[in-house]
């Protein structure tokens, strides 16, 4: 499928400015909440840059249609999955104004891989897109409003991000916009690997495959760096969906339903990635996998862990998006 224009349009950039004004405004009233004087200001300058946006030329035909594609997928994904968050965005900013504190150091995950600090916690923060990728551009915001950046990776086998049929992929009108957005957070993007899925239930060299994901991020002027290894469900009852490389393949084949596939044919280098995400140097992982932190008391035994911990350690911390945003009890 062709891809969208790469131009910024400026329906784009009204939505960057309304999704920061919300995050914007809900910081305020947590952390600000009577300096409203402030709060007057910030408005303004929103609305000012927002006003100026709309004085442009009206959009092209291209860039109408890929407005109105971003939306109606945004719709659909939304009135799917949001009812399946059971975080709340006030319990992000506290983990976010913990992190954003002197004695850490709050990373993307490439970034992470080659920093070592005897004097500051290092911690890598990484996303892991499973279904719900407007969270995760709310999720990018808020990180950037503590001038902290993280990776996404974003799941080529998910609903949000298209469809594989007859060996071919047809991707979400909008998906790319999305993609783009995030990115321009500041964030690093990644690919979270379900190659496993890929070879053996849509019966497409997996390889192949990944070199045309990488062709899409270069097209859109993102840089790929690494890679996640997705848990999805062939993968728990087969191997891991990094045993796809050379590098962790424990066997040169699989077995399964009687059919043989090949594994690690190709090196994380040779299929273009710097890194996996499970195989950089840390120390500590928390993760909320499943809607549930690994930690019996959960985000607050996550925070206690955190606030405990010492200069010189190194923690990688998985969050999926997907869980939270949760706006009722």
Not at 12 to 36: C, Y
Request: charged share 25%; aromatic share 14%; net charge positive.
């Amino acid at each position: 499928m062709k891809g969208f224009p790469i131009q910024e349009d400026k329906s784009a950039i009204k939505m960057s400015i309304v999704n920061f004004s919300r995050v914007l405004k809900f910081r305020n009233n947590i952390l600000i909440p009577d300096n409203s004087f402030s709060i007057l200001v910030l408005k303004s300058l929103i609305l000012i840059l927002f006003l100026f946006s709309s004085s442009f030329s009206p959009l092209n035909p291209a860039t109408r249609t890929t407005a109105s594609a971003y939306a109606e997928l945004e719709a659909k994904i939304r009135n799917n999955y949001d009812k399946y968050s059971v975080f709340r965005w006030d319990q992000y900013h506290e983990l976010m104004a913990l992190l954003s504190q002197d004695k850490y150091i709050a990373l993307p995950l490439n970034k992470m891989r080659r920093t070592y600090n005897d004097s500051k916690v290092v911690v890598g923060i990484r996303h892991d897109v499973d279904f719900n990728p407007f969270k995760a551009l709310e999720m990018a915001y808020i990180e950037k409003s503590y001038g902290i950046r993280a990776t996404y990776f974003f799941l080529a086998t998910a609903e949000y991000y298209g469809k594989i049929s007859d060996f071919i992929i047809t991707r979400s009108p909008g998906i790319e916009s999305l993609f783009k957005e995030v990115h321009n957070t500041g964030a690093e993007i990644g690919i979270h690997n379900d190659l496993l899925t890929v070879l053996i239930t849509d019966k497409i060299d997996p390889y192949q495959f990944n070199k045309e994901e990488l062709k899409l991020y270069k097209s859109l002027r993102t840089p790929i760096y690494g890679t996640a290894s997705h848990g999805s469900a062939l993968a728990k009852v087969t191997v891991p969906n990094f045993q796809i490389f050379s590098d962790f393949a424990s066997s040169d084949s699989l077995d399964f339903q009687g059919k043989k596939y090949p594994l690690g044919k190709h090196s994380l280098k040779e299929c273009g990635f710097r890194y996996e995400a499970y195989s950089i140097d840390f120390g500590f992982y928390f993760s909320d996998s499943g809607g549930k932190w690994n930690d019996p008391e959960g985000l607050a035994g996550i925070l206690k862990k955190l606030e405990a911990s010492k200069p010189g350690d190194r923690i990688q911390i998985l969050i999926h998006p997907d869980w939270w945003g949760k706006t009722s009890n």
